[in-house]
């Protein structure tokens, strides 16, 4: 069984940084791509970097190219995402998916997400 969980979210002011994670678990972790995903208030899922399975590939959204970096530890299982310079529109939830989610057209499967971690940029 599919487990993901997230951590590290919080409020920020405009230009402050945060770095999320996400253990995983049930499942080989290094056999597949990841992808950290977001929500924000009254809109749809938006995929926002993704990583191969070896982290050695990486796409970013336009929006976050440049302040975002997206991480993996295949030894611990873990996903990182680091984020800086962060901007009010990216307040959101932000998930880690397992697989390439909303990518090039992949569509989402919300069963291999995990629950979330809230990240609030404001003033």
């Known amino acids: 069984q599919v487990q993901l969980v997230e951590s590290g979210g919080g409020m920020v002011q405009p230009g402050g940084s945060l770095r999320l994670s996400c253990a995983a678990s049930?499942?080989?972790?290094?056999?597949?791509?990841m992808t950290w995903v977001r929500q924000g208030p009254g809109k749809g899922p938006e995929w926002v970097a993704v990583?191969?399975?070896?982290?050695?590939?990486?796409y970013y959204t336009e929006s976050v190219e440049g302040r975002f970096t997206i991480s993996r530890d295949n030894a611990n299982n873990t996903l990182y995402l680091q984020m800086n310079n962060l901007k009010p529109e990216d307040t959101a939830l932000y998930y880690c998916?397992?697989?390439?989610?909303?990518?090039?057209?992949?569509?989402?499967?919300?069963?291999?997400w995990g629950q979330g971690t809230q990240v609030t940029v404001s003033l």
């Open positions: 998916a397992k697989g390439l989610q909303g990518f090039s057209g992949t569509p989402y499967d919300q069963k291999d």
């Open positions: 049930g499942f080989t972790f290094s056999r597949y791509g």
């Open positions: 990583i191969g399975h070896a982290g050695t590939v990486t």
